[in-house]
Every structure is written in structure tokens, then in C-alpha cells.
């Protein structure tokens, strides 16, 4: 392979670069080391397949060699878009960020095994930090880069505070130890790195559980507090298994685009060209040496017959998973595939369950007598077996305690580290320490790289858009003001040219009761809608439907207008919505999700543009 091409498939990782583990685990996973084709796998159903047992002579040609590319290269893009993780752990947002053809300049946590997992798997040219970042200030960070601006900051402050898992697992009963978990307010953190740096998207991660921790109160913290700082943030739930994760994992999104930016963040995240949407957990894992409890070494040869016959059974979905996600081309050696052991008790009561059972299953629909200690009122389903044809259970941290809820679904054991990484879609090159302890957290803590992949897309789409740019669109909007061609602008300039005229559009739509407001005919309502996005464009409407509890006044000075404090002063503090429009929002959203409304109508850019603009002259008056 000619070195260019070899570059090209493998822009964002230079071997050279990288530094061993801290255990001594050398880095064997060498693109340019690899020997050509001895790991490859090249078979489709089209394709004939060597029989079982068949040598590496006999495989079908490599298919990457003809497949389009499909990675984005950060390093060799004219500009790319710089990227800071904050709480970076091992580095699964980081990878996928860099996927999506992010530079990420920085990558800053406190823990040890971290970094140096970090470290040995990207580039030296990302400074990869060990900090708390409570005692680090962001200007440090800034003089040791020599920028004070990035376009973009990620990151997952540490969720165990609010996870759900944590609430039931029966570890940390009663709301007191929950609230006052000081891990909760490392939030605040980050946001110290968004006002220092101004990045113009932020996306925060967290476990869902925190939505409803304390009463809401920190899910409606972390917005009020992005909104003070000069974003237009709104919170995205995403499901790993749509964006191709063969697993059953939902998560949080925090996301902050800077006020000024026009344009409205996509509501939905589309999974990268690499992966494919409800991939199940046999496809990522069959190829896999078989092991019994305790077995496997750190770092071994592929079993390659294996890998074919099990392309063979499970088609193009497992063939595309290893070939784009785990990227096995690349891989030399298969490394992290030990398995744990487990007491001769555990292990017959492993075997007492069907793929895809769990121990209260068998109980309640087989009558399975288990003998395990536990009290089994309460942990009735402690002993899960997976199914191959299914989502993996959500992969946590927690598999570093023990890993009962994740047996093997046709082997007498509990998923090994390498397998854990698989679900989570970490390529098969990327290196986790040796001591499984270490390996385990560090995988079930990371944002899965196909979702971080999908978050860099959509962040990429949204600022190379040019919606950003809010020179070139407020002159494209005054050309527009000019001669208005849609319906939607047609609408805005006589219902909302000005801001007086919006909020009495809006006043004249809050007089009304819900009925006299739902049989409003669709223009009159839409010029209502678009009069509230022109009179706040800092709001996001997905937010329009998730106000929380609390409220804030806002005071005279503040106010979008004055003379309508009695309209518009008092907010919900999570959405920022003002509570006596919170029905027109309501209304909106029925309509759009009736199909009454379209999209382009609900989210409309030009609306929010045009208060922008009228929001930018009132200052420079
Ligand atoms: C949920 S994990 C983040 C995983 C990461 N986003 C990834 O994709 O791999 C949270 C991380 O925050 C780190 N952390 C917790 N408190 C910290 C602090 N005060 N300063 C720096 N890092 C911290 C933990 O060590 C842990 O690695």
C-alpha cells in the first residue's frame, strides 16, 4: 500500500506518536506494521467463503481497499475546527470529535489511568492533562495552548452523582447522600471553560438521571446558568442504539450554541457514515476467541477462521461494525480479551440461564431455583445473560465491581474488557490498561465514540453552514427584508418587522384563552410564533416544552422591550420561556407535531435572525 494511501485511511492516528501504558503494555496496533492482508476479512454474502478451518490463503481480497473513504481528515483539513474535552477520561469523545475532523487541542482529567490511556492513543500533539480541573483556571490552559479561543468545548462531568443505576443499585439510598454528592456540581467547571474560551457550540454529556436528581434542580441549573453566560442552550436525549452502539444506552445532551450565532441546533443527531443504526450486540462480538472464566491473554493472535465464519452467519452488518468501527484492519494484535474469573457457584448459576434471560425471568417463567446468596426480593435480576441478537445492556463503570449483569450470551463467563470496548465502539487498535479494574471504568465511563462521532457531524454541519456567520447572513437577511420570497418572510415582515410590533402580535395572542388560541387559522398563529422567535432569539424552541419549576424575574433594564414587563419579565429558569407565553409555545408544538406546522415553520431561522438583527441595532443606537 503506497504510503499516501496508507495516510490517508489513517489520518488521525500517527503509532509513532504514541506513548506504551503505564503497565508496560507496548503499542502494537500498527497500520504501517501490520503485515499486509493477514487480518483482513474481506467476505460479503455475495462473495464465496472459505470453509471453517480454511487458512488466511484462501480469504476473499480486502474490501477497504475499494470502499470509499469515509473519515473526515482533521489534520489535513485547510482549518479545522478546534475542540477542547474537559473531563476527557480515556478519551471516547475526544476520538470521536477527531473522527468528525475536529482538532482536539486540549483533553484535561484528574485521573491517572485516564491520561496515560489517553496518552497511548492519540497523537502527542494534543496536550493531554492530568488536573483537577476544580484547582486549574481555564487562563492556564489558555497560556500553555496560546489561545484564548476555540470553537468548540466537550465534555462529560462525572455522572455517578446522578445516575439512575446508582439510585436503585441500593449503594446510595435516600435523597440526602444523593443531593449532596459534591460531584453534581463539576458542571460549573466546564462552564468556567466556556466563559473563558467563548467556543461557539459547547455539548456536555451526562447520564439521564440527572433530569430529575434533587427535583430537577441541577438540570435546571446547568441551563439557566449556559443561558447567563450568552448561549442558546437546550438539552438533546440520544439513543446509542440509533446512532449504531449495539447497546441499550440513552444520555443527555447539554447543548449551548453562543447567542449570536443564528440558526437552531437539529433536534436529532444522524449516526456517522460508518455506522449502522440497531446493530446488535452478536455482530460486534461473535469473532471473538471463545473463553472460559478467567481465561485470555492481554494481547494474542485473531482467530481468523473464527472472524470469517462469523461474517459469514451475521452478513454485512457485523462486516461493516468490525471493518468501520472497530476498524480491525488496524489492529495487529487483539488485546484486552481476558475474562474474569468467577466462583464455581456463579458459574452454575450462569448456566441455569438462556441467552437473553435474566434471573428474574427464570425464576417467575421457568421456576429456575438459583443459589446465589442475595436477597432475592431485591435482586431478582442481578445475573443477566445477553442476547446476540439484541442491544447490549447499558455498559457502566459499575463492570469493574462485577460483571453478573453481563454474561456472555452463548459462553459460561462475563464480557472481558475488549468486548466491553466493542459495545461501546472503540476501535480494536485503541489500548486500555492491563488490570481490568482500570479497563472496565474507564470504558463504561466514556461517551461511546459513534455518538461522539455523530455529536462532531452535526456540531461541523451546524458552524460550516454558514448560519454562523452573522455578518454574511444579516446582509443576506436585509437582502432578503428587501424582497421577501417565502411565505415565512412575507409573514415576519408584516406581523414583525419591529420589536413593538412583535410583542403586540404576542400581547394580543396571550389575551386569548387555549380553545380561542387552538382555533387561531395557521397564518394568524404563525405570525404569533415567529413575533416570539424574532422577540427571543436566544431561545431554542425544543425547549418550549420543558420549563421546570422555577422562575426568574427579569429586571426592567433586561428586557427585550420595555413597557412590557407584565408580558415578558417573568421566565421559567430552565427554558428561559416567558411563563405567559408559555401556552403560544404549547400551541406551536402541537401544531408541528400534528403536521400542521412544518419544520422549517417551527424552527424558523429567518425569525430568529430578524431579532438578531433588530436586537444588534438597539445597541449600536
Ligand atoms: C464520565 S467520565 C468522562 C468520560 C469521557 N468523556 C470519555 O468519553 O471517555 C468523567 C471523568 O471526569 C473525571 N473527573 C472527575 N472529577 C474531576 C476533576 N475534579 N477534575 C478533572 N477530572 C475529573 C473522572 O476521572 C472521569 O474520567
Not at 496508507?6 to 506504551?20: A, F, M, W, Y
Not at 496518552?119 to 483556571?137: G, Y
Not at 478467567?294 to 459469514?312: I, L, M, P, Q, S
Request: charged content about 30%.
Amino acid at each position: 500500500m503506497s504510503k499516501e494511501r496508507e495516510e490517508r485511511r489513517s489520518p488521525n492516528r500517527r503509532v509513532s506518536d504514541r506513548q506504551p501504558l503505564a503497565d508496560g503494555s507496548p503499542i502494537t496496533a500498527s497500520a504501517r506494521t501490520h503485515a499486509a492482508g493477514t487480518g483482513r476479512i474481506g467476505v460479503r454474502r455475495s462473495n464465496p467463503v472459505p470453509p471453517h478451518g480454511a487458512g488466511p490463503e484462501t480469504r476473499a481480497p480486502a474490501l477497504h481497499d475499494a470502499a470509499p473513504p469515509y473519515r473526515v481528515d482533521a489534520e489535513n483539513s485547510p482549518t479545522p475546527l478546534t475542540c477542547l474535552d474537559l473531563f476527557c477520561g480515556c478519551g471516547g469523545f475526544s476520538l470521536g470529535m477527531e473522527r468528525a475532523g475536529f482538532r482536539v487541542l486540549a483533553a484535561i482529567d484528574f485521573n491517572e489511568e485516564a491520561i496515560l490511556t489517553f496518552k497511548a492513543n492519540f497523537s502527542t500533539d494534543i496536550l493531554a492533562l492530568r488536573k483537577d480541573l476544580t484547582k486549574f483556571p481555564p487562563e492556564t490552559l489558555a497560556a500553555n495552548l496560546g489561545v484564548n479561543h476555540v470553537d468548540v468545548i466537550v465534555g462529560g462531568p462525572p455522572c455517578q452523582g446522578f445516575s439512575t443505576a446508582r439510585q436503585r443499585d441500593g449503594a446510595n439510598h435516600g435523597e440526602r447522600r444523593l443531593i449532596h454528592d459534591a460531584r453534581r456540581h463539576l458542571y460549573r467547571e466546564f462552564l468556567r471553560y466556556v466563559e473563558h474560551f467563548q467556543p461557539r457550540i459547547f455539548v456536555m454529556e451526562n447520564v439521564l438521571g440527572i433530569r430529575s436528581a434533587a427535583g430537577g434542580e441541577y438540570f435546571t441549573a446547568v441551563q439557566k446558568e449556559a443561558r447567563q453566560l450568552g448561549y442558546r442552550v437546550h438539552g438533546q436525549i440520544e439513543d446509542a442504539w440509533e446512532l449504531g452502539v449495539p447497546q441499550k444506552r440513552r444520555r443527555q445532551l447539554f447543548i449551548g450554541v453562543r447567542a449570536d450565532l443564528p440558526g437552531y441546533f437539529l433536534p436529532e443527531l444522524k449516526p456517522a457514515p460508518r455506522a449502522e443504526p440497531r446493530t446488535c450486540l452478536g455482530a460486534a462480538i461473535g469473532d471473538l476467541p471463545i473463553l472460559r472464566a478467567g481465561g485470555g491473554e492481554d494481547e494474542r493472535e485473531y482467530d481468523f477462521c473464527r472472524r470469517v465464519t462469523h461474517v459469514e452467519r451475521q452478513g454485512d452488518t457485523a462486516l461493516n461494525y468490525l471493518r468501520h468501527v472497530l476498524e480491525i484492519d488496524r489492529a495487529a494484535k487483539l488485546t484486552n480479551h481476558v475474562a474474569r474469573p468467577h466462583s464455581q457457584r456463579d458459574l452454575r448459576d450462569f448456566a441455569r440461564l438462556k441467552e437473553g434471560e435474566n434471573s428474574k425471568e427464570a425464576l417467575r417463567d421457568r421456576g429456575v431455583e438459583f443459589e446465589f446468596p442475595y436477597d432475592k426480593s431485591h435482586f431478582k435480576d442481578r445475573y443477566t445473560r445477553q442476547s446476540r441478537w439484541h442491544p447490549c445492556s447499558t455498559i457502566v463503570a459499575h463492570l469493574s465491581k462485577d460483571g453478573l449483569m453481563f454474561i456472555h450470551p452463548t459462553q459460561n463467563r462475563s464480557l472481558t474488557p475488549r468486548e466491553a470496548a466493542r459495545v461501546q465502539s472503540f476501535p480494536d487498535w485503541f489500548r486500555f490498561p492491563k488490570a481490568r479494574t482500570h479497563a472496565f471504568r474507564l470504558i463504561g465511563n466514556a461517551v461511546p465514540p459513534l455518538i461522539a462521532e455523530a455529536v462532531g457531524l452535526a456540531v461541523k454541519e451546524f458552524l460550516s453552514e454558514g448560519a454562523h456567520s452573522s455578518r454574511g447572513n444579516e446582509a443576506q437577511f436585509k437582502s432578503e427584508i428587501r424582497n421577501p420570497k417565502s411565505e415565512i418572510q412575507r409573514s415576519l415582515l408584516t406581523s414583525a418587522a419591529t420589536r413593538k410590533d412583535a410583542a403586540r402580535e404576542l400581547e394580543r395572542l396571550a389575551g386569548l384563552d387555549r380553545r380561542e388560541l387552538r382555533a387561531l387559522p395557521a397564518e394568524e398563529f404563525l405570525r404569533g410564533w415567529h413575533a416570539l422567535l424574532f422577540l427571543f432569539p436566544g431561545l431554542h424552541p425544543d425547549n418550549a416544552l420543558d420549563h421546570g419549576h422555577e422562575y426568574e424575574e427579569i429586571s426592567s433594564d433586561q428586557l427585550p422591550l420595555p413597557g412590557y414587563g407584565e408580558l415578558l419579565a417573568k421566565r421559567f429558569a430552565r427554558s428561559g420561556w416567558p411563563v405567559a407565553l408559555e401556552f403560544i409555545a404549547d400551541e406551536a408544538w402541537r401544531r408541528f407535531k400534528s403536521g400542521r406546522m412544518s419544520a422549517r415553520k417551527f424552527y424558523c431561522v429567518e425569525a430568529q435572525r430578524a431579532g438578531l438583527a433588530a436586537f444588534k441595532a438597539v445597541r449600536e443606537r
